[in-house]
């Protein structure tokens, strides 16, 4: 009993030092944790409206280009007004069922669509505020548009089959009364802060942005530059062309527009490991996925890493090999660095705001270069040699 006492005595100092070099070593490892996470400094900003939650509804297009809109509103100096995304939405859905009955269903159909259809509607058909409707026409607080188009795609590919050898002049009335039933009749007048509109008066004389202004662009290197082109992506029902320029025009023009106060709506793939909602963060690791050891994959959005380098040839080829696709709209509103001076695009989304980053994500200009599928803003937002280039009044 004395020995073991008399060596618990010698050895207490060596298992004291022994315990604070395990402690300093732990802390060192959880400084160079903290290390890795991402820290992001504001750049720039451009004014926005909250967020948003599509709920269970493929309209991304339409919430954040009505997003981008309310943006153009604070821009223009006026006092924004949350419009009604379901509103477009309805719009698109008729026009796209024509498209769909002449094309006898050889097209996409769903609740999908474009940054442009969202212009295209309001030129065509105006708009309202979120108020007067909402398209929660059946006891639910969020869009729940399941049923709704399994309904539309069933009757319309009836319809398409024409059983009667010609087509009725009725189609189109029933097509509607199905989405006056899910969603609402959507109102001809409506009185809004003591005043009676249409939502085309409402359009010209609130909102009041002139559709002319606003271009959409993509990057295709398979297509000649600075012209319109065919923008071949399964939601664009309308067949509308985008202008075409090169793959760093594309980060120069958000670049430009952030710099000069205008925001960007921004389609793109979001189908990606690397595109994290959770975590907040997008970006293009120098590894693909399936080359990454099951550490690196675990550690991928635990702080800045290298990302690869995007060329037009790489970019081109996930087009071609079905790796990006058409996915979701979002809006770019500004522009952080990491803690390593690496500049992210601010991205508003419209999944609500249970993510890391209450509703937002950075996206890394790589990303933007690889996955982008378009960006719509207005052509004052576009560098003047581009501007030119393009043949922009």
Same mark, same amino acid.
């Given at each position: 009993?004395?020995?073991?006492?008399?060596? =618990?005595?010698?050895?207490?100092?060596?298992?004291?030092?022994?315990? @604070? @070099?395990?402690?300093?070593?732990? @802390?060192?490892?959880?400084?160079?944790?903290?290390?890795?996470?991402?820290?992001?400094?504001?750049?720039?900003? +451009?004014?926005?409206?909250? +967020?948003?939650?599509?709920?269970?509804?493929?309209?991304? $297009?339409?919430?954040?280009?009505?997003?981008?809109?309310?943006?153009?509103? =604070?821009?223009?100096?006026?006092?924004?007004? @949350?419009?009604?995304? =379901?509103?477009?939405?309805?719009? +698109?859905?008729?026009?796209?069922?024509?498209?769909?009955?002449?094309?006898?269903?050889?097209?996409?159909?769903?609740?999908?669509?474009?940054?442009?259809? &969202?212009?295209?509607?309001?030129?065509?058909?105006?708009?309202?505020?979120?108020?007067?409707? *909402?398209?929660?026409?059946?006891?639910? *607080?969020?869009?729940?548009?399941?049923?709704?188009?399994?309904?539309?795609?069933?009757?319309?590919?009836?319809?398409?089959?024409?059983?009667?050898?010609?087509?009725?002049?009725?189609?189109?009335?029933?097509? &509607?009364?199905?989405?006056?039933? /899910?969603?609402?009749?959507?109102?001809?007048?409506?009185? $809004?802060?003591?005043?009676?509109?249409?939502?085309?008066?409402?359009?010209?004389?609130?909102?009041?942005?002139?559709?002319?202004? /606003?271009?959409?662009?993509?990057?295709?290197?398979?297509?000649?530059?600075?012209?319109?082109?065919?923008?071949?992506?399964?939601?664009?029902?309308?067949?509308?062309?985008?202008?075409?320029?090169?793959?760093?025009?594309?980060?120069?023009?958000?670049?430009?527009?952030?710099?000069?106060? /205008?925001?960007?709506? $921004?389609?793109?793939?979001?189908?990606?490991?690397?595109?994290?909602?959770?975590?907040?963060?997008?970006?293009?690791?120098?590894?693909?996925?399936?080359?990454?050891?099951?550490?690196?994959?675990?550690?991928?959005?635990?702080?800045?890493?290298?990302?690869?380098?995007?060329?037009?040839?790489?970019?081109?080829?996930?087009?071609?090999?079905?790796?990006?696709?058409?996915?979701?709209?979002?809006?770019?509103?500004? =522009? +952080?660095?990491?803690?390593?001076?690496?500049? /992210?695009?601010?991205?508003?989304?419209? $999944?609500?705001?249970?993510?890391?980053?209450?509703?937002?994500?950075?996206?890394?200009?790589?990303?933007?270069?690889?996955? *982008? *599928?378009?960006?719509?803003?207005?052509?004052?937002?576009?560098?003047?040699?581009?501007?030119?280039?393009?043949?922009?009044?």
């Amino acid at each position: 009993m004395k020995k073991a006492l008399v060596f =618990i005595v010698f050895a207490l100092p060596f298992l004291a030092h022994a315990q @604070d @070099d395990l402690v300093k070593k732990l @802390d060192a490892n959880k400084s160079d944790s903290a290390k890795r996470k991402y820290t992001f400094s504001p750049v720039l900003n +451009v004014e926005r409206t909250s +967020v948003k939650n599509q709920g269970s509804s493929g309209t991304c $297009w339409s919430y954040s280009t009505n997003s981008f809109l309310e943006s153009e509103m =604070i821009r223009m100096g006026k006092k924004p007004v @949350d419009l009604a995304e =379901i509103f477009t939405a309805r719009m +698109v859905y008729i026009d796209k069922a024509e498209n769909y009955v002449r094309m006898h269903g050889k097209m996409e159909w769903g609740d999908g669509g474009e940054c442009h259809d &969202v212009i295209n509607m309001y030129a065509k058909y105006g708009t309202v505020p979120q108020e007067v409707y *909402t398209g929660l026409n059946y006891g639910t *607080t969020k869009n729940k548009f399941g049923e709704m188009q399994a309904v539309l795609k069933g009757m319309l590919d009836a319809i398409v089959k024409n059983p009667n050898g010609k087509l009725t002049p009725n189609w189109k009335k029933a097509f &509607v009364a199905v989405l006056d039933a /899910y969603l609402g009749a959507p109102p001809e007048k409506f009185m $809004w802060k003591g005043k009676e509109y249409t939502p085309r008066t409402f359009a010209d004389e609130v909102v009041g942005i002139n559709p002319k202004n /606003y271009v959409e662009i993509s990057s295709f290197s398979d297509q000649l530059y600075y012209q319109k082109v065919p923008f071949l992506v399964p939601d664009n029902w309308s067949f509308d062309k985008v202008y075409n320029v090169k793959l760093h025009d594309l980060t120069d023009i958000i670049d430009y527009a952030l710099e000069h106060g /205008y925001s960007v709506a $921004w389609a793109a793939d979001v189908s990606e490991k690397y595109f994290s909602w959770k975590n907040g963060v997008a970006y293009v690791p120098e590894k693909d996925w399936d080359d990454m050891s099951e550490e690196e994959q675990k550690d991928i959005f635990n702080g800045p890493k290298p990302e690869r380098k995007i060329t037009a040839k790489i970019r081109q080829a996930a087009y071609d090999n079905y790796e990006t696709t058409d996915d979701h709209g979002m809006h770019i509103v500004g =522009i +952080v660095k990491d803690q390593n001076g690496r500049p /992210y695009y601010v991205v508003k989304n419209s $999944w609500g705001e249970k993510n890391d980053y209450k509703g937002y994500l950075y996206v890394s200009k790589a990303y933007v270069q690889y996955k *982008t *599928t378009g960006i719509l803003l207005h052509k004052g937002g576009i560098p003047s040699e581009i501007k030119q280039k393009l043949r922009l009044n």
